[in-house]
């Protein structure tokens, strides 16, 4: 999973005008850079030209995910990532740089008919470094992950029990932790499982 660019975009009429961008290519050999970093912005460009006021959305280009949210007075952001990383991640990071531009530059910056000479603003390059790690940079992620790796400690405890000899339904039996009803709840799930299983 890698974030490839973060870039601002005004939104501008005919054309999205680059506010700033921060890129990182070191995948890319040291030639192709500069072209891959113009058609990154190109690809944003277009898509926030060809987008409605306000506007999220998520385009893939040739292996690439490109993701645009507008927002109603114009800012656009977009962030260019692998198809692995996930959209969910990719949209709350334009919320959060286009939340902290717009509060950091004023919009007589940025809302102009050419692109800003000097912007004041470093804040994207510690964004693209922060959200390399969807699951570092965003506590759901990161939830999720914990969970996916709790699931599957539990089934294979589950499965060392199991090879030990004993049955699960042997255990359920004796268990004076589960009441009648709970072992008739085991009981139907598991005839019900069974039969789902010859179909």
């Known amino acids: ?3 490839f660019a973060i870039a601002v975009f ?14 990182d290519l070191q995948s890319f ?6 072209s891959v970093r113009q058609f990154m912005v190109f690809t944003g460009k277009l898509i926030i030209d060809r987008s409605p006021i306000p506007n999220r959305t998520t385009v893939k280009e040739q292996g690439y995910l490109c993701h645009v949210y507008i927002r109603a007075d114009c800012l656009s952001g977009l962030v260019v990532t692998d198809e692995e990383y996930p959209s969910r991640v990719a949209h709350n ?6 939340e902290d531009f717009s509060a950091k530059v004023p919009p007589s910056v ?13 804040g994207l390059d510690s964004f693209l ?20 790796e709790t699931k599957i400690i539990l089934h294979n405890t589950i499965q060392a029990v199991l090879e030990r000899g004993e049955k699960l339904d042997d255990l359920v039996e004796r268990s004076e932790g589960l009441n009648v009803q709970s072992k008739m709840f085991y009981k139907q799930a598991r005839k019900m499982n069974r039969c789902c299983t010859w179909v």
């Not at 050999?29 to 500069?34: A, V």
């Not at 470094?129 to 996916?148: G, N």
Request: aromatic residues 12%; charged residues 30%; hydrophobic residues 35%.
């Open 129 to 148: 470094a922060r959200y390399q790690d969807p699951k570092t940079a965003d506590a759901m992620t990161r939830v999720q992950e914990e969970l996916d």
């Open 1 to 3: 999973m890698k974030v």
């Open 93 to 98: 990071l334009l919320s959060k740089v286009l």
């Open 29 to 34: 050999s040291f030639f192709q850079r500069n």
């Open 10 to 23: 005004y939104k501008s009429q005919p054309n999205a005008i680059l506010v700033n961008g921060s890129f």
């Open 110 to 122: 940025w809302k102009v008919d050419r692109e800003p000479e000097n912007i004041d603003y470093n």
